[in-house]
């Protein structure tokens, strides 16, 4: 064990890290600026007990109705050995349907070990013929520790290609679907083409045989029937290794944090909560929507700019605090040298406010 | 985000209370507007789950799916919601007047008012363009008949969520956002969108701040969520059951009355609290005088409404599931023109506004101090009348001489900048020359020139009519927009094959709503 992996197991107490999977991983890449955020997931912190035990729980909850249609849409995709999948595939790739294509289910079993051993030997099969895996047991390194994805994706080799086949329940009506689930299922796919790369390199294969095209089957319309587009991953992957690599350079994240830095769950959430506010968070509004423990950084960012969203503090000449806005505003305060020119804006627009509020006739 | 609007926000966040951006509406608001709050099953493609619906805090209908699942309760919910929408769109279509058309050359018929459908946000208006699009191709008759209001009220639908997108529109609001067009949090845009929390910054309950409101309103339990999408802790405590209890006593004619009752409570619970947050909002807003450009921008509602309608009479079909290459040129144009010309509006009719167009160098108040209204240039062929001012101001004037400023206070006249004089004592002194606006003789009317020690507001900001661009007809698509479309498509979509996926095709009957 590393020095970093023993910091982090501290930083943890004494349970085993949070299981990552990819949403969880695509979700790393959306404040890749906030340590608070690195340190906790690298450390496999669970961040929803977290916020939970500080007063703060987050709201992340699922509607069983959208998990049952989700269930169902993808069962009924999968159906009949996946040959409705393979077509839709294959003619959205644009390569002449397979007569037939093999479909190895790679789920099933709970020995990690086994599974593992089963996927790779399957993927890295020098096969030629059309074939659908489903369910592979993928790795990937995050933050020195090896983690396991267990995707219910298909890895589709047609054409000597692997293709990335993402199946999602949200409908795509006259060829549009909602932007926000389009993005995230894109960074998701990203992470199971990323991992999928790292094990044919692991074997000696060219990595570049996982195309960064990844095939995204929803429902069509209104209805039920199943209609494939194609994403490009190429921005996604990117993003994604960046943020990896930074994690995996945790230990200089780590040389700043405080030695009795603790997350452990089982500590009073009075030293938890004097222990994240030594470690700098950076929270926007968008975090409410991806970290857990954004309700918390929200409270603590109350009275910064920030908290009023990236466009609002950027129209404030990047001051830090309301207080500071309001004070340089009034003229209260002087400002330091490179505050001048955010100063004499906001100088100039409390003037005009008061004035258009006091009916000053303009 | 405007400098002006951000500072308001950090005032809001300070005193605890939202903070105006505006001291007019800036929005048209009926007497009865029928005010619309919808749910969505979670995981479906835009399944209706209930709505209450009706034009006065007391007329709250409550329609409910008790299973969202069913494409026939699907088709019901729509034919109900078509029997309280359309009656409501006809009562309307009684009085008409008078309106002038090629600039006062000819006269015209319009409905003397129109129809207006409130929504808590903008989620709400998607749904309604969804739900448009899911009925507005259905058929009365063949495999899949609905009832005949069915596809009538896919085509309002869809013809109101367009309307939505049209700058300065008022025929389709979003709530939350009319509320955040007039004020200020000391909360992020994102958390804006929740209506509760909303108008807990702007009109706080007695002795809580706004924060505290707002804080209170995210509480799911406390205070539900606006809509369409539903808690998914509601949904799955107390929705599943209670849809699985109905499913269940599907023999049993006592047991199912009584589900359904029991459906109909836990969603009018749901929806209530929203119904009461609308009102609330239309009070606020109806609080507020209206701007003077207001009525103008609702005379273009009624005629869209008008024209709508008079298409339907005359037997037009529904809107194309995609404009074509013209047909989308010509719309994004006529957003662009309204979205320049609702901006400008919006600043001549109040001066809080102004002042972020002033902030940013493009308007200046100052005073008269000379005035020659009696100026007149004969140097060219003929001689015209063009007074000069002179005009003080201790704004920063980055205007270049030669420049064409406005005055929202004679919109008709063009004020052109002759010379500008910056003093020492941080004054700049701006001499104008006039034209337009007085007449058409060589004396300018009284009140047509500004006189010495008004305050006037000039700007680079244009209200004159923006004339619009030319188009090719449709069949004269240029190759390099696809070329002329293939045949007109079949009115309907009759005779289009199963799946609908011909290029061109103008929906599909019998497409599924699953």
Not at chain 1, 71 to 79: G, I, L, R
Not at chain 2, 65 to 79: D, E, K, L, M, Y
Not at chain 2, 80 to 90: C, Q, R, S, T, V
Not at chain 2, 206 to 228: Q, S
């Amino acid at each position: 064990m590393t020095s970093s992996a023993r910091r982090l197991a501290g930083i943890r107490g004494g349970v085993p890290p949070r299981r990552h999977n990819a949403r969880t991983i695509a979700a790393l890449t959306g404040n890749p600026g906030c340590t608070r955020r690195a340190v906790l997931d690298s450390a496999g912190v669970d961040k929803p007990k977290l916020a939970e035990r500080i007063g703060f729980p987050a709201r992340f909850g699922q509607s069983r109705f959208a998990i049952t249609r989700g269930n169902a849409f993808e069962a009924q995709v999968k159906a009949d050995g996946g040959v409705e999948l393979l077509r839709l595939v294959a003619e959205r790739l644009g390569v002449p349907v397979p007569a037939g294509a093999s479909w190895t289910d790679l789920g099933g079993a709970d020995d990690l070990p086994d599974r593992h051993e089963r996927s790779r030997a399957a993927l890295t099969d020098p096969g030629e013929g059309a074939a659908l895996f489903d369910h592979p047991l993928l790795g990937l390194d995050v933050a020195g520790q090896r983690v396991h994805l267990e995707p219910d994706l298909v890895a589709a080799r047609l054409a000597g290609r692997f293709h990335v086949v993402e199946i999602k329940s949200f409908p795509v009506i006259d060829g549009q679907a909602d932007p926000a689930k389009v993005a995230a299922a894109a960074i998701q796919s990203a992470v199971y083409v990323l991992a999928l790369r790292e094990l044919l390199a692991a074997e000696g294969h060219d990595p570049e045989q996982v195309s960064h095209d990844v095939v995204l089957v929803c429902p069509r319309d209104f209805a039920n029937r199943p209609v494939a587009s194609l994403l490009d991953v190429r921005k996604q992957l990117l993003v994604l290794r960046r943020q990896l690599d930074r994690m995996a350079r945790i230990d200089a994240l780590l040389a700043d944090v405080p030695a009795d830095f603790t997350a452990d769950l089982t500590a009073d959430p009075a030293t938890l909560v004097a222990a994240l506010s030594t470690v700098a968070a950076r929270y926007a509004p968008e975090c409410l929507a991806a970290c857990e423990l954004a309700y918390f950084c929200r409270h603590e960012a109350r009275g910064h700019t920030t908290a009023l969203g990236r466009p609002v503090r950027e129209a404030l000449g990047g001051i830090n605090e309301v207080s500071e806005v309001l004070a340089l505003a009034a003229g209260e305060r002087a400002p330091d040298p490179e505050q001048a020119e955010a100063a004499a804006l906001l100088r100039a627009a409390a003037r005009l406010r008061a004035d258009a509020l006091a009916g000053d006739p303009a | 985000m405007s400098t002006l609007r951000a500072l308001a926000k950090a005032q809001a966040l300070a005193a605890g209370v939202a903070q105006p951006v505006a001291t007019v509406r800036h929005l048209h608001l009926a007497e009865r507007p029928l005010v619309l709050v919808p749910l969505a099953m979670a995981g479906e493609a835009n399944a209706p789950l209930a709505a209450l619906v009706g034009a006065a805090p007391d007329e709250a209908r409550l329609l409910i799916v008790p299973q969202p699942r069913n494409r026939q309760q699907r088709f019901a919910f729509a034919a109900e919601l078509a029997g309280i929408l359309l009656p409501y769109l006809d009562s309307f279509r009684g009085v008409t007047e008078a309106a002038p058309t090629d600039r006062g050359r000819d006269v015209r018929h319009r409905y003397a008012d129109a129809p207006q459908l409130l929504v808590p946000n903008p989620a709400g208006v998607t749904f309604l363009r969804l739900l448009g699009r899911s009925t507005r191709f259905r058929r009365p008759d063949g495999d899949h008949p609905v009832h005949p209001s069915v596809p009538l009220l896919g085509r309002w639908l869809t013809f109101f969520a367009e309307r939505a997108e049209h700058p300065g529109s008022a025929a389709l609001l979003a709530m939350t956002e009319a509320l955040t067009l007039h004020w200020a949090t000391g909360q992020s845009a994102v958390e804006d969108l929740h209506l509760p929390a909303l108008l807990g910054w702007i009109d706080p309950p007695a002795g809580l701040t706004g924060a505290a409101a707002a804080a209170r309103a995210e509480d799911p339990t406390i205070c539900p969520p606006a809509g369409p999408a539903t808690d998914p802790d509601f949904d799955n405590r107390l929705l599943a059951p209670t849809i699985a209890a109905y499913a269940e006593a599907e023999a049993d004619p006592v047991a199912r009355a009584a589900a359904y009752a029991e459906l109909e409570r836990l969603l009018r619970d749901q929806l209530a609290p929203t119904w009461e947050l609308m009102w609330r909002g239309v009070g606020l807003l109806r609080a507020l005088p209206p701007g003077g450009r207001v009525a103008g921008r609702w005379d273009g509602d009624k005629d869209a409404f008008t024209g709508y309608a008079e298409h339907l009479d005359a037997g037009g079909g529904p809107q194309p599931r995609r404009d074509g290459a013209v047909a989308a040129a010509v719309r994004l144009h006529r957003l662009e023109r309204a979205l320049t010309s609702y901006a400008v509006q919006r600043a001549y009719d109040d001066p809080l506004v102004m002042a972020e167009h002033r902030l940013t160098g493009e308007a200046f108040v100052g005073d008269v101090t000379l005035a020659d209204p009696k100026r007149v240039d004969d140097t060219g062929k003929r001689p015209v009348l063009r007074p000069r001012i002179q005009v003080v101001t201790t704004e920063p004037v980055p205007m270049p001489v030669g420049a064409t400023l406005w005055s929202p206070a004679r919109p008709a006249q063009k004020a052109r900048v002759v010379f500008v004089t910056p003093g020492a004592d941080g004054k700049t002194e701006v001499v104008l020359e006039l034209s337009g606006g007085m007449g058409r003789g060589l004396t300018a009317p009284p009140g047509t020139v500004p006189e010495v020690g008004e305050r006037l507001c000039l700007t680079t900001l244009s209200d004159a009519f923006l004339p619009a661009g030319n188009f090719p007809a449709p069949e004269e698509t240029p190759w390099t927009h696809g070329g002329p479309p293939a045949a007109a498509p079949p009115v309907d979509g009759a005779g289009v094959a199963e799946g609908g996926a011909a290029p061109g095709s103008d929906g599909d009957p019998t497409e599924e709503w699953t």
